[in-house]
């Protein structure tokens, strides 16, 4: 599956974003999909993912109560929408697929398929 994530900006502290991701050649509506994020000098890191059955969901805990994901399965569109944005959200954000059986995981390395990263800069 090909992935590409857009919906990126600048945006100031409190402001609010939605980021997109549009998923082709594969059965999106399968898959187990995330949005991680890397800031300059530092790892990829989980933000938030959807499952691929019962819609479940889990974030990282920075970004609860803040960040929402959701899927358009038929759209093949997972979306996350930040409010309260900080500073410390900037990054650039990748949208992510896990192509197994896993219901839901927030490990780097069970995602076989990655967008190309769309930048998040929030100024104070």
């Known amino acids: 599956v090909q992935l590409q994530a857009f919906g990126g900006g600048l945006v100031q502290t409190g402001g609010s974003l939605r980021l997109s991701c549009a998923g082709s050649g594969g059965t999106f509506s399968t898959y187990t999909m995330a949005w991680f994020r890397q800031a300059p000098g530092t790892e990829r890191k989980f933000v938030a993912a959807i499952s691929w059955i019962g819609g479940r969901t889990t974030y990282e805990d920075s970004v609860k109560g803040r960040f929402t994901i959701s899927r358009d399965n038929a759209k093949n569109t997972v979306y996350l929408q930040m409010n309260s944005l900080k500073p410390e959200d900037t990054a650039v954000y990748y949208c992510?697929?896990?192509?197994?059986?896993?219901?839901?995981?927030?490990?780097?390395?069970?995602?076989?398929?990655w967008g190309q990263g769309t930048q998040l800069t929030v100024s104070s």
């Open positions: 992510a697929a896990d192509r197994s059986i896993r219901v839901l995981s927030t490990e780097r390395t069970d995602f076989d398929s």
